[in-house]
């Protein structure tokens, strides 16, 4: 059949995949190469992965990422510059003023973006800010900065590569919800200052049977403010193990997200979070449960695959 990349972007969409750097040949990059227009690193360019130890920094994984992405004629989204996990314990554990800090933030995102200027569609440059109330999330950057360092990071991340479209991503907002309504109100107030706020990730790590009815609406509201969205790290997890019933249950998942994206002029695609079973997450995370993916472990794809390129 006709490539997921092709079919997408013969509708003017991107679609996505999270991919490993080690594991970028054979199969694996037969298939992240032909499959998919994007890449988003899982997690080679996590301020812990660059920068393990303080000064030191260690490109190995996201350069080689970003070269087969540029081999094989596919965007980049950069994930992640601001963050409260996955960061290194010389910074997590050292004993900074709020100066000291935010000078760390602005070196680390200035040093980042600024390598791969040019080069990348977009960037998650803060992840995860909200709790599930819509309240900020008490993080390292919060707790000493305040909710300004989301406004700070866009402008430094701007002002290092003004071609990259820069996104606030999060989960638990796909759907119209206290999260997603905190996040509208943050971009709201950020596009009325003049911050450059380019675009709204819907994480999307979803459960079997769970898409959100208010999805496209939601999708909607926050392209009518001016900003793209974009589904960054779709998966659709079902307790194992998997039976026929629940994988045509993940075709129509697949299916009614992918639906949703297209339907919305400014929503610019949807990347899976890792795009076969043997490359997810969700098993080390979510105990029971797996199979969340449109291949599965052998690489032979799923009936999700279908479901994403019906929708297509
Ligand atoms: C996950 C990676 O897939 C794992 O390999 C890693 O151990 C933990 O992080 N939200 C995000 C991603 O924004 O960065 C996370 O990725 C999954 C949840």
């Known amino acids: 059949g006709t490539p997921l990349r092709d079919l997408a972007a013969a509708r003017g969409k991107v679609i996505g995949t999270a991919v490993t750097g080690s594991r970028l040949t054979g199969a694996y990059a037969d298939i992240a190469g032909g499959q998919f227009g994007s890449l988003t690193p899982g997690n080679a360019m996590k301020w812990g992965s660059v920068e393990p130890s303080r000064g030191t920094y260690d490109w190995a994984e996201a350069d080689q990422i970003v070269a087969f992405a540029q081999a094989h004629d596919q965007q980049v989204r950069g994930h992640t510059l601001v963050w409260h996990s996955q960061n290194p314990t010389w910074l997590t554990n050292g004993n900074w003023t709020p100066a000291q800090l935010s000078g760390l ?116 509201r926050f392209a009518d403010l001016g900003v793209d969205v974009a589904v960054t790290e779709l998966d659709i997890r079902m307790q194992l193990p998997a039976t026929d019933a629940k994988l045509a249950q993940q075709r129509a998942d697949y299916r009614s997200v992918v639906s949703a994206c297209a339907a919305v002029t400014r929503c610019a695609g949807v990347t899976v979070w890792g795009f076969t079973d043997s490359d997810s997450w969700i098993p080390d995370v979510f105990d029971g449960y797996g199979a969340a993916t449109p291949y599965d472990e052998n690489y032979a794809p799923k009936p999700a695959y279908d479901g994403i390129a019906e929708a297509l």
């Open 105 to 220: 933030l602005q070196d680390h995102i200035t040093t980042e973006v600024t390598r791969y200027k040019g080069r990348l569609a977009a960037w998650d440059v803060v992840n995860e800010p909200f709790n599930e109330d819509g309240t900020y999330r008490s993080t390292i950057w919060y707790d000493n900065l305040g909710p300004d360092y989301i406004a700070q990071a866009l402008t430094w991340a701007h002002a290092a590569d003004p071609s990259a479209r820069l996104y606030i991503n999060d989960y638990n907002v796909e759907g119209v919800n206290a999260k997603s309504t905190a996040l509208y109100n943050l971009v709201k107030s950020l596009k009325d200052r003049g911050v450059p706020i380019d675009g709204v990730g819907l994480q999307a790590h979803l459960i079997l049977g769970q898409v959100p009815s208010t999805l496209q609406q939601n999708i909607q």
